[in-house]
């Protein structure tokens, strides 16, 4: 292991780096804070940064779905200073891949702000319309602005207008401040709320996927915003809320990091800027058909993982796991939007407080929530936290038929990423 020191922080590598101050040991661990380590993976199939969590992780050479199993104690961890294991377990080292050009910005320091965010939401249907009146109830501790966008200027004055008059009789909170946004503006902003949504179905006329039967008309129009966050060089989180979130989140990814010839330079958002916020309602539906049938161990103990739709995955106890109640509930929360439809109505209440307004206030706080990160490449829906060293994922002692599931939804994903509409 060779100690370096870049832009002032301290670095560490298994891999000589040329042109960098080279520093001993007992310098690098006597500096407080987060410390950096660097390794060298496919751009395509890792994160630029991540928060390791464990000593496997310190010079990671590949991610896939292993990355949510719980990492047993190597051999090669007992080679680790135990001053180096104390910072892992703080979560104060972030590594780094090297391979991205533009990778020194992690060095800079992270992103996330230090006081309340500024939120911006791009397009005013009804779970961005109601996104903003939450976080306006909701996120007045941790959200300063809330930006709104949308191309009928009639639903930014609307939502600026009815937002605005949700107000608590408490003279102590004050909420968030609503404006409306142009183009040149929508980037001004801690966190970019993709909300567009293109041909949702009519109720009483939709497939038997509504989500993705949106994919192709969300898609193309999401490919202008990735690109325009590129010319920002946004460096805030993007978030997709339209359906289906989790494989408009590669498009995001890929079409931010093509250069003028739609060749990927990976100069665009790195991969844990981008987050899908779909889950969180899967397991707020998962939560209430178990209570339904009595399976309140649900509430403490189980889980939801993949896709918001086709390839969720739920687990009615992460610690004892019945695969015959976890496959029902995964059947009903996966068409729980279909049953509201056949009330009459949209489903959009919960997406856009179960997914949207509590999640965001969670990933704020820096705490436990659901949304989709990248996980080698795929962007899987499960439990982390993002803080200051970056994501931290919640991992698991994986019974083998829950994680045969997973693997499967996880190949599912990774399937539709070859599909032509990812790459032009």
């Given at each position: 292991?060779?100690?370096?020191k870049?832009?002032?922080?301290?670095?560490?590598?298994?891999?000589?780096?040329?042109?960098?101050?080279?520093?001993?040991?007992?310098?690098?661990?006597?500096?407080?804070?987060?410390?950096?380590?660097?390794?060298?993976?496919?751009?395509?199939?890792?994160?630029?940064s991540?928060?390791?969590?464990?000593?496997?992780e310190?010079?990671?050479?590949?991610?896939?779905?292993?990355?949510?199993?719980?990492?047993?104690?190597?051999?090669?961890?007992?080679?680790?200073?135990?001053?180096?294991?104390?910072?892992?377990?703080?979560?104060?080292?972030?590594?780094?891949?090297?391979?991205?050009?533009?990778?020194?910005?992690?060095i800079?320091?992270p992103?996330?702000?230090?006081?309340?965010?500024?939120?911006?939401?791009?397009?005013?249907?009804?779970?961005?319309?109601?996104?903003?009146?939450?976080?306006?109830?909701?996120?007045?501790?941790?959200?300063?602005?809330?930006?709104?966008?949308d191309i009928?200027p009639?639903r930014?004055?609307?939502?600026?207008?009815?937002a605005?008059?949700?107000?608590?009789?408490?003279?102590e909170?004050?909420p968030?401040?609503?404006?409306?946004?142009?183009?040149?503006?929508?980037?001004?902003?801690?966190?970019?709320?993709?909300?567009?949504?293109?041909?949702?179905?009519?109720?009483?006329?939709?497939?038997?996927?509504?989500?993705?039967?949106?994919?192709?008309?969300?898609?193309?129009?999401?490919?202008?915003?990735?690109?325009?966050?590129?010319?920002?060089?946004?460096?805030?989180?993007?978030?997709?809320?339209?359906?289906?979130?989790?494989?408009?989140?590669?498009i995001?990814?890929?079409?931010?990091?093509m250069?003028?010839?739609g060749?990927?330079?990976?100069?665009?958002?790195?991969?844990?800027?981008?987050?899908?916020?779909?889950?969180?309602?899967m397991?707020?539906?998962?939560?209430?058909?178990?209570?339904?049938?009595?399976?309140?161990q649900?509430?403490?103990?189980?889980?939801?993982?993949?896709?918001?739709?086709?390839?969720?995955?739920?687990?009615?106890?992460?610690?004892?796991?019945?695969?015959?109640?976890?496959?029902?509930?995964?059947?009903?929360?996966?068409?729980?939007?279909?049953?509201?439809?056949?009330?009459?109505f949209?489903?959009?209440?919960?997406?856009?407080?179960?997914?949207?307004?509590?999640?965001?206030?969670?990933?704020i706080?820096?705490?436990?929530?659901?949304?989709?990160?990248?996980?080698?490449?795929?962007?899987?829906?499960?439990r982390?936290?993002?803080?200051?060293s970056?994501?931290?994922?919640?991992?698991?002692?994986?019974?083998d038929?829950?994680?045969?599931?997973?693997q499967?939804?996880?190949?599912?994903?990774?399937?539709?990423?070859?599909?032509?509409?990812?790459?032009?």
């Open positions: 292991m060779i100690f370096y870049i832009k002032g922080k301290i670095v560490l590598s298994k891999i000589p780096r040329d042109s960098y101050e080279i520093i001993s040991e007992e310098e690098a661990k006597n500096t407080d804070g987060i410390i950096y380590s660097l390794t060298n993976m496919n751009p395509r199939k890792s994160r630029r991540f928060c390791v969590t464990n000593p496997s310190l010079f990671l050479e590949k991610e896939d779905l292993k990355l949510l199993k719980n990492q047993s104690s190597t051999a090669e961890a007992s080679d680790i200073p135990d001053w180096i294991k104390n910072k892992i377990s703080n979560r104060e080292i972030t590594c780094i891949n090297a391979t991205f050009p533009n990778w020194e910005e992690v800079d320091g992103a996330l702000p230090q006081g309340k965010w500024r939120i911006n939401i791009i397009g005013l249907g009804d779970v961005g319309g109601n996104l903003a009146a939450g976080l306006r109830l909701a996120a007045s501790d941790y959200v300063s602005e809330i930006g709104l966008y009928d009639n930014i004055k609307r939502w600026k207008y009815e605005a008059q949700v107000l608590s009789p408490s003279y909170m004050i968030p401040k609503l404006y409306p946004l142009t183009e040149d503006t929508m980037f001004d902003c801690d966190m970019f709320v993709f909300c567009i949504s293109v041909g949702v179905p009519e109720v009483g006329k939709e497939p038997e996927d509504v989500r993705i039967a949106q994919f192709e008309g969300n898609a193309e129009v999401l490919k202008q915003y990735s690109k325009l966050a590129r010319e920002k060089n946004f460096k805030g989180l993007f978030i997709v809320m339209s359906d289906p979130v989790d494989l408009l989140s590669n995001a990814y890929n079409f931010s990091n250069d003028e010839d060749n990927m330079d990976f100069k665009g958002l790195a991969p844990e800027q981008i987050r899908a916020y779909g889950l969180g309602v397991h707020g539906r998962a939560a209430y058909f178990a209570e339904e049938e009595g399976a309140l649900y509430l403490t103990e189980g889980r939801c993982f993949g896709p918001h739709g086709e390839g969720v995955v739920v687990a009615d106890s992460i610690k004892n796991y019945n695969e015959k109640l976890s496959d029902y509930l995964t059947v009903r929360t996966k068409n729980a939007n279909l049953d509201v439809r056949t009330f009459g949209k489903p959009y209440i919960a997406p856009a407080f179960s997914s949207g307004v509590l999640s965001f206030i969670e990933t706080k820096g705490n436990w929530h659901y949304s989709a990160t990248s996980i080698g490449g795929i962007f899987m829906g499960s982390n936290k993002l803080l200051k970056g994501v931290e994922l919640e991992t698991y002692d994986f019974p038929n829950l994680y045969n599931k997973l499967n939804t996880y190949d599912y994903l990774a399937d539709w990423y070859e599909k032509p509409i990812f790459h032009k």
